[in-house]
Nanobody, 114 residues
Framework: QVQLVESGGGLVQYGGALRLTCTPSRTVYGNYDISWYRQAPGKKRELVATITTDDRKNYADFVKDRFTISRGNAKNTVYLQMNSLESEDTAIYYC????????WGQGTQVTVSS
């Protein structure tokens, strides 16, 4: 069992930036891919970015070089740096390990005001 805690969400103006943090309750580095998903009101949940066990990074097309997924120095913490935020980025962002059928965090709200 792994618990995931997300932090860093909040209210930001259009064009602003936020950094989300995912902290697992135990060491997962090397064992699981870690992803960020998001779900906007009335929309389906969608994959935002993934960092694999060998540190490859994959992004959704709508990221458009605005978001960066990375690991902390201790490798276990994962960040999502979000720049040039748009109103369409407003959603609850979830940290997930082991794919959509794996472990999910409770989510952190990101709201972008226009």
């Amino acid at each position: 069992q792994v618990q995931l805690v997300e932090s860093g969400g909040g209210l930001v103006q259009y064009g602003g930036a936020l950094r989300l943090t995912c902290t697992p309750s135990r060491t997962v580095y090397g064992n699981y891919d870690i992803s960020w998903y998001r779900q906007a009101p009335g929309k389906k949940r969608e994959l935002v970015a993934t960092i694999t066990t060998d540190d490859r990074k994959n992004y959704a097309d709508f990221v458009k070089d605005r978001f960066t997924i990375s690991r902390g120095n201790a490798k276990n913490t994962v960040y999502l740096q979000m720049n040039s935020l748009e109103s369409e980025d407003t959603a609850i962002y979830y940290c997930v390990i082991g794919g959509p059928g794996g472990y999910w965090g409770q989510g952190t709200q990101v709201t972008v005001s226009s």
